[in-house]
């Protein structure tokens, strides 16, 4: 099925630990998104990109990277886990426009750090 | 820099009610604004996006209205149903053309039968 594809769903990490969440996309989109949503907030932006090779940091950048080899690809990597980084992260990609429409999201990893 | 803000948190009524959500926004030069519907422990849904040239735009019984000059837009809902409780969120480009966007924290919605 077209879309985006995020793994793991689940992860349960020590404080200091790292991990790396997947994001595939398959619709050729050039702009990635990472948001992360902790309880009763909106989604606030990590990191995105505009195209293989191009990456850059948005609202909460620290504590995470990313990088984007190929369009279909962007994973985000969290270094030294912390407890503020308890979350539910959404990988997403739309058209290369002003945000207009064929925004898709993946279904999200919910992550605990402890 | 551009807020949004989503009123109320929650809201409950009973099944078949019309019922409005609000969001408003701080910066009125925006090039659009989007609705998603977020179900529990799942990814966000596209529901309708307004341009800014636009004042509404429709969707089955969905209709979302957009107010540049004062910042506000809302989402009607005629005659909800229970398979409408879910977390409805409104979002807004920042500048540049990058699809960033500026959520608001969302309204949940739960309907009644």
């Known amino acids: 099925n077209a879309g985006v594809t995020q793994t793991p769903k689940f992860r349960i990490l020590k404080i200091g630990q790292s991990m790396t969440l997947q994001c595939a996309q398959d619709?050729?989109?050039?702009?990635m998104y990472w948001y992360r949503q902790d309880p009763g907030m909106g989604l606030k932006l990590i990191y995105y990109?505009?195209?293989?090779?191009?990456?850059d940091k948005g609202e909460v950048p620290n504590g995470y990277n990313v990088s984007r080899s190929t369009t279909e690809d962007f994973p985000l990597r969290l270094e030294l886990a912390a407890p503020s980084q308890t979350s539910v992260y959404f990988c997403a990609s739309s058209y290369p426009e002003r945000g207009n429409g064929g925004y898709t999201f993946g279904s999200g990893t919910r992550l605990t750090v402890v | 820099k551009q807020e949004v803000t989503q009123i109320p948190a929650a809201l409950s009524v009973p099944e078949g009610e019309n019922l409005v959500l609000n969001c408003s926004f701080t910066d009125s030069a925006i090039y659009n604004l989007q609705w998603f519907r977020q179900d529990p422990g799942k990814g966000l849904t596209s529901l309708l996006l307004i341009q800014s040239s636009q004042r509404e735009q429709t969707s089955g019984r969905l209709n979302a209205s957009l107010d540049k000059s004062s910042g506000r837009s809302t989402l009607y809902i005629a005659a909800s149903q229970p398979g409408d409780s879910a977390t409805y969120l409104c979002?807004?480009?920042?500048?540049?053309?990058?699809?960033?966007?500026?959520f608001g924290q969302g309204t949940t919605l739960q309907v009644k039968p």
């Open positions: 619709m050729n989109h050039n702009y």
């Open positions: 990109s505009v195209g293989a090779g191009i990456t």
């Open positions: 979002a807004v480009p920042t500048s540049g053309n990058t699809g960033k966007l500026i």
